[in-house]
């Protein structure tokens, strides 16, 4: 099939075009090389179109004769300030609504989205008493006070954290994350309107080869490495015990894959991308540091506004309908990616 990847030129949309031309796809990339995730001299891969998602007569030349779109194009992270957020909504929204009105004129009806786990805010907990719970925003004076875990909205005991899952509501708590919900509502408003098919890949915390070096749009493993290359020790924010899933950058460009060879089905359908295996910021730190035979990490306290606790995912329905289970074991990954060239 003939594929447009957006944001093809980026760390993760490389790796799922190098993919995608592996698995017999022609693959063309359309990517603007955006400041917040390529440095001034980067160049255009070799083939690729340098155009920006929001201009509509680019993306009507990168459609022509294309059967599935595999949009990975967008800013992420959590970005420097709220002034970030006209760009944020500018580029992922502004820009995935003009990439689906190009793509509804030339009759393109089949998207693979790149999603975040953002979009659920805090990820699942239960209450012994009120069973499954979204707790509210942490509050800042309990921060303040170190107490990191949040309590339950309607009796205030202690939670337990459990495995999010697709049909968890979509709650996001950041501007990033409030885009990505914003581009889940769109292209699930697109496929109704035009019977298209959606495939909304969520991808949890993503690390690998060619990730951006230490910028307010990078995710922590990027930091932290970072940090450990110029002989620092990683700092882990709150006390470290906060849970995610981190999956590696191949095994989201297989997920990229079997979405794009399963066969289309009408509608929008959301999966968590992850590896199954939950670890804390602080046990990846101290894996990370140990792999570069660095510093070992400093546990701060700090904390970013806007942050969430646990997120992690349930990666049952991926398996059942996509056929997807991950290959890199986090604790494992963490220790190539020691080695792994960054980008930037
Ligand atoms: C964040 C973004 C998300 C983005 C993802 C990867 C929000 C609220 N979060 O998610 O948009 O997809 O990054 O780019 O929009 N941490 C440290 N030390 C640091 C930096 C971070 O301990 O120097 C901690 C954070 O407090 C957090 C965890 O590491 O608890 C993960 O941070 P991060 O990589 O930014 O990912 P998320 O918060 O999961």
Request: charge should be negative.
């Amino acid at each position: 099939m003939r594929i447009l990847v957006t944001g093809g030129a980026g760390f993760i949309g490389t790796h799922v075009a190098d993919t995608l031309r592996g698995g017999g796809h022609d693959v063309a990339v359309l990517d603007v090389l955006h400041p917040a995730a390529h440095v001034p001299a980067a160049a255009v891969p070799e083939g690729a179109l340098r155009a920006d998602v929001r201009d509509a007569a680019a993306v009507t030349a990168g459609l022509q004769g294309v059967d599935v779109v595999v949009h990975q194009a967008a800013m992420v992270g959590m970005g420097i300030d709220v002034a970030d957020m006209p760009e944020y909504v500018s580029c992922n929204d502004l820009g995935t609504a003009v990439l689906l009105a190009g793509m509804a004129r030339a009759g393109v009806r089949r998207l693979v989205l790149a999603s975040s786990m953002v979009v659920y805010g805090e990820g699942e907990y239960r209450c012994e008493v009120h069973g499954s719970v979204q707790p509210a925003p942490r509050r800042t004076e309990d921060l303040d006070a170190g107490r990191f875990e949040p309590p339950c909205p309607s009796c205030g005991t202690a939670l337990t954290s459990g495995e999010v899952d697709e049909d968890a509501p979509v709650r996001p708590r950041s501007v990033y994350a409030a885009t990505k919900a914003a581009q889940e509502h769109l292209a699930a408003a697109w496929a109704e309107a035009c019977d298209g098919s959606v495939t909304a890949l969520r991808y949890h915390n993503v690390y690998g080869p060619g990730m951006p070096r230490d910028t307010p749009y990078s995710g922590v493993a990027a930091i932290f490495r970072s940090a450990l290359a110029a002989g620092r020790p990683p700092r882990v924010f709150e006390d470290g015990g906060q849970r995610r899933d981190f999956v590696h950058v191949s095994d989201v460009a297989a997920a990229n894959l079997l979405a794009v060879d399963s066969s289309a089905r009408a509608g929008f359908h959301a999966y968590n991308i992850a590896s199954g295996v939950s670890i804390t910021v602080g046990a990846m730190a101290r894996a990370l540091a140990a792999a570069m035979d660095g510093p070992e990490p400093v546990v701060t306290g700090e904390y970013r506004a806007g942050d969430v606790r646990h997120v992690v995912a349930s990666a049952a329905r991926a398996r059942r309908d996509l056929g997807f289970v991950a290959g890199v074991d986090p604790v494992e990954g963490m220790r190539t990616f020691a080695t792994a060239p960054l980008r930037g």
